[in-house]
């Protein structure tokens, strides 16, 4: 069984920045790409950004030039820094894996955290 846990989400204000972390525990697995997604109320999960183990990086248009990317491999671990924030960058933010157990390859999702941008 792997988990990936969430944290740093909160409450900023306009401008503000934010570091979301994602750890994934378990037993015997290998992650492969990483990513972030966003859903808010009434609309559809989508991608913030991914990273791939080598580092490879990939941005919505929403994130690009504001949020980056990064993850340590030693640690399972994958990071969101949120800088620049604004009022419709409120969501739940979700870690997302790629993964390889012992009965094979998989993908999972965090719990999500709450991400609220407001003055």
């Known amino acids: 069984q792997v988990q990936l846990v969430e944290s740093g989400g909160g409450l900023v204000q306009p401008g503000g920045s934010l570091r979301l972390s994602c750890v994934a525990s378990?037993?015997?697995?290998?992650?492969?790409?990483m990513g972030w997604y966003r859903q808010s109320p009434g609309k559809q999960r989508e991608l913030v950004a991914s990273i791939t183990r080598g580092g490879s990086t990939n941005y919505a248009d929403s994130a690009k030039g504001r949020f980056t990317i990064s993850r340590d491999n030693a640690k399972n671990t994958v990071y969101l820094q949120m800088n620049s924030l604004k009022p419709e960058d409120t969501a739940v933010y979700y870690c997302?894996?790629?993964?390889?157990?012992?009965?094979?390859?998989?993908?999972?999702w965090g719990q999500g955290t709450q991400v609220t941008v407001s003055s």
């Open positions: 997302n894996a790629d993964l390889i157990t012992g009965r094979g390859s998989r993908n999972d």
């Open positions: 378990g037993s015997s697995f290998f992650l492969n790409t």
